[in-house]
């Protein structure tokens, strides 16, 4: 009789709410017979409870000798629940003191949670209180809670010593666990009909009262945006580096304004990749860093400096103004045209400036050279031969007697006249008596030879007339032979004596 009257107490306090376990999946820590579809945890959730024996089919039979037996059912989101019902397996048969399986079902706990651990949930009930004789065989908990996971608990740990009646081991012998509540999230009252609060995410399922806030919101009913910089599950999530320190969207953290210089991605929250810096990250570190692409991911700074020939924050300006090299704090050869020198080899691709050469036109043009590419030469009549100017081609000691100018290529006109003054003439009379003297020693030597030569003649003639017609045939050939040998040696010796006079030479 009482168990009929728990029967239609729990069947009146079910109208006005719908079953959510109804046929949703469930799970128990250790099934008697495993794999025998009779025990299995689903017997609990499938809306039979006509037969409350361990072999009907209908009730789930935790395993014998265990210290913890625990069953779950998931609702499969997170509903507004309103109470819970649990059908104990009697075997049918009278429930109370005289039925041995009472025992079992003392001591149970049953939560409401998120997440399959319990202890993460919400304690609905802890049986301390009932006995064999006051445990009903049908109990109703009452749970105005929200959650995914209804579970039911039960211990029997060693070294911990329980009231009387209680049984040695843990089971969980659920024939039917029955979960009243909302459908639908978000809504409350007696037919789940009135929705909950704009910004409530969950409400009381009889009040309406807030029991948990939309992200984004929080407040008693959850009228309140999340404090600045924060977002999101209650109000817990911290929001990134937004544009100019403006706050992130309250309900997903999201910069609408975009990302401060440094971070990227639609909360603001990443560091920028390597080689990369500045607002959304779009801007890229110089090459010209000493370590390339590698900057403060905030104002694109290099880190260690810049490489040599670039200066500025962002080692993005060449060296100018004639300098080159690290830092920039070298200074230019003379480059031609007084151009800029490599940035950073200082090296003038254009050629130098007159009186210099080198790769770097830091060399003067080397000794008696001058001018552009050094090729001209200096002037042979400086004071110290070749010795000139570098660029101008001057001579550094004065010029030589009888030249002048800046280079000592002028012939000195005036000094050279006075000299002439005072020297031609002694020249020329010099010259004269000598080329007389020639002269007169070759008319001299002319006419011995001639005199010698006809005083020869006569000899031969006279011997003539002495020899035989033969002989004098054979010696005036003879004679003839010598005749002409003399005359071409007497003409040979006149030259000899006859040399090319000084005169000859001057001019």
């Not at 719908?18 to 609990?44: L, T, V």
């Not at 001058?370 to 010795?387: I, L, P, Q, W």
Request: hydrophobic content about 25%; aromatic content about 10%; overall charge negative.
């Amino acid at each position: 009789m009482l168990q009929t009257c728990l029967i239609l107490l729990a069947l009146r306090l079910s109208t006005a709410y719908e079953n959510i376990a109804f046929n949703k999946p469930a799970w128990q820590g250790s099934q008697y017979n495993s794999g025998n579809d009779i025990f299995d945890a689903s017997n609990a959730v499938d809306g039979l409870k006509s037969n409350l024996s361990a072999w009907g089919g209908q009730c789930v039979q935790s395993n014998v000798n265990q210290q913890t037996a625990t069953w779950r059912v998931d609702l499969e989101d997170i509903l507004s629940i309103h109470h819970i019902s649990i059908y104990y397996r009697t075997e049918n048969a009278v429930w109370g003191s005289t039925n041995g399986l009472s025992g079992r079902f003392l001591g149970f706990s049953l939560y409401v949670s998120n997440a399959t651990d319990r202890t993460n949930g919400k304690l609905c009930l802890h049986d301390t209180d009932y006995t064999r004789d006051t445990i009903p065989a049908v109990l109703n908990v009452t749970c105005p809670v929200h959650g995914q996971y209804v579970i039911y608990y039960n211990e029997r740990l060693q070294g911990v010593t329980y009231p009387t009646g209680y049984s040695d081991y843990a089971f969980n012998e659920l024939c039917e666990v029955e979960v009243y509540g909302c459908p639908v999230p978000g809504y409350y009252g007696s037919d789940c009909s009135t929705p909950c609060y704009d910004t409530c995410r969950y409400c009381h399922i009889e009040t309406g009262a807030c029991q948990g806030c939309k992200p984004g919101y929080q407040g008693h009913q959850c009228e309140l945006p999340c404090s600045p910089h924060y977002y999101g599950e209650v109000c817990n999530e911290t929001c990134g580096n937004c544009s100019d320190g403006i706050t992130c969207n309250n309900i997903d953290g999201t910069c609408s304004s975009g990302c401060d210089v440094g971070v990227y991605g639609d909360k603001c929250k990443t560091s920028c990749p390597v080689g990369f810096y500045g607002t959304n990250c779009l801007e890229r570190c110089s090459r010209n860093c000493v370590v390339p692409e590698r900057c403060n991911k905030t104002s694109g700074e290099c880190e260690g400096g810049c490489q040599p020939g670039w200066i500025g924050i962002l080692c993005d300006t060449k060296c100018v103004d004639n300098q080159y090299g690290q830092d920039c704090n070298q200074t230019c050869g003379k480059c031609r045209e007084a151009k800029q020198c490599h940035h950073v080899s200082g090296s003038c691709n254009d050629g130098c400036e007159p009186g210099y050469q080198g790769n770097k036109c830091d060399e003067v043009c080397e000794f008696g050279h001058f001018g552009a590419s050094c090729k001209e030469e200096c002037s042979v009549f400086c004071g110290k031969s070749r010795d000139c100017h570098h660029v101008t081609g001057y001579c550094r000691s004065g010029c030589k007697t009888g030249w002048r100018g800046n280079d000592c290529l002028e012939v000195d006109t005036q000094q050279q006249g006075t000299e002439c003054d005072r020297n031609c003439e002694t020249r020329f009379y010099g010259v004269l008596c000598a080329f007389c003297v020639i002269v007169v020693l070759n008319g001299v030597y002319g006419l011995y030879k001639i005199m010698k030569w006809k005083k020869k003649k006569r000899s031969d003639k006279n011997k003539k007339y002495r020899a035989s017609d033969s002989t004098i045939s054979t010696k005036d050939t003879v004679l003839q032979v010598r005749k002409d040998e003399n005359v071409n040696s007497a003409y040979q010796e006149l030259g000899e004596l006859s040399p090319s006079s000084t005169y000859d030479t001057i001019r």
